[in-house]
């Protein structure tokens, strides 16, 4: 029976903090193994990760509807003096939250930012940041209700990547106008050039 792998990324990787050291090795090469031996579609660039050689895989980004993007034709950007900054996705351990929480904490004028947080389970963020900042925290959106938020805000952030993440929040900011505050990676740098 034919069938099609969509890899979006390394399972292993993921589940390291919950095996011992060992087992995580194991794991990796083995699924590193398991993949070389078939044809995948992979999100990002988790194949040069794996080292998986390029007649084996195909090589895909997300992406974004193309309403998302119509929504958008005639913004710009513009400020009244506060800045807002738009943070979009579920809290989990692979989204460096904390990361966020103490860039914002190192700021001179936190009061001059405006933090909105989209998605499950921030609601930890926001407690930790709201004594020096405005947030305002929106919980799960659906892609037509994160336009009608994001259309006012000016900047869109993620605060950590690996190398071979591909974030569909990158693509909303984008496609938002949104300037974007994204950690340096291969699979973006190959993607995009600073000016972008």
């Not at 040069?48 to 007649?55: Q, W």
């Not at 992406?63 to 119509?70: A, Q």
Request: aromatic share 12%; net charge negative.
């Amino acid at each position: 029976i034919p069938h099609v792998y969509e890899v979006n990324g390394i399972l292993s990787d993921d589940h390291a903090a919950y095996y011992p050291r060992l087992c995580n090795k194991l794991a990796y090469r083995l699924e590193r193994w398991s993949l070389k031996k078939t044809f995948g579609f992979y999100v990002g660039g988790i194949n040069k990760e794996l080292n998986i050689p390029d007649n084996r895989c195909f090589i895909i980004q997300n992406g974004i509807d193309k309403s998302f993007t119509e929504y958008f034709i005639h913004k710009q950007n513009r400020s009244s003096g506060i800045i807002d900054v738009a943070f979009i996705g579920h809290a989990m351990e692979h989204h460096g939250l904390h990361l966020l929480a103490e860039a914002f904490e190192l700021v001179e004028n936190p009061e001059g930012f405006r933090l909105h947080l989209i998605g499950n389970h921030l609601e930890d963020l926001a407690a930790r940041l709201s004594s020096i900042m405005e947030v305002k925290l929106y919980g799960s959106l659906s892609h037509d209700e994160i336009k009608v938020v994001v259309a006012p805000i000016q900047v869109g952030i993620i605060s950590f990547t690996k190398d071979y993440f591909s974030h569909v929040k990158l693509y909303m900011y984008g496609a938002a106008k949104l300037a974007v505050i994204v950690p340096r990676s291969r699979n973006y740098s190959e993607l995009f050039q600073d000016n972008e």
